[in-house]
Nanobody, 121 residues
Framework: QVQLVESGGGLVQPGGSLRLSCAASGSISSIYAMAWHRQAPGTQRELVAM???????NYADSVKGRFTISRDNAKNTVYLQMNSLKPEDTAVYYCYAVIRRTGVRVSDAYWGQGTQVTVSS
């Protein structure tokens, strides 16, 4: 089994910063990609940032220049540094990873349980 555990959410004022973490654990052979998605009430879940093996990154236009995704391969952990936060960044943030488990030939997609980020004065 594989688990993704997020941390780092909370309440922050507009213009502030937060750093989210997501640690993958279990019988992991390799991680192809790790990403952050978010979902605000009444909206569809959307991709925020993705990091593919080889350090290729992709960001939503709404967060470019403000958010940075990074990864610690030794810890199987992905981070999302969020700066200059805006009220419209308020959402539940979900970690996502494409992982090949030990002894398995194909990769599967996994989701974390989500962490709330609220940007409000």
């Amino acid at each position: 089994q594989v688990q993704l555990v997020e941390s780092g959410g909370g309440l922050v004022q507009p213009g502030g910063s937060l750093r989210l973490s997501c640690a993958a654990s279990g019988s992991i052979s390799s991680i192809y990609a790790m990403a952050w998605h978010r979902q605000a009430p009444g909206t569809q879940r959307e991709l925020v940032a993705m990091l593919i093996s080889g350090d290729s990154t992709n960001y939503a236009d709404s967060v470019k220049g403000r958010f940075t995704i990074s990864r610690d391969n030794a810890k199987n952990t992905v981070y999302l540094q969020m700066n200059s936060l805006k009220p419209e960044d308020t959402a539940v943030y979900y970690c996502y990873a494409v992982i090949r488990r030990t002894g398995v030939r194909v990769s599967d997609a996994y989701w974390g349980q989500g962490t709330q980020v609220t940007v409000s004065s």
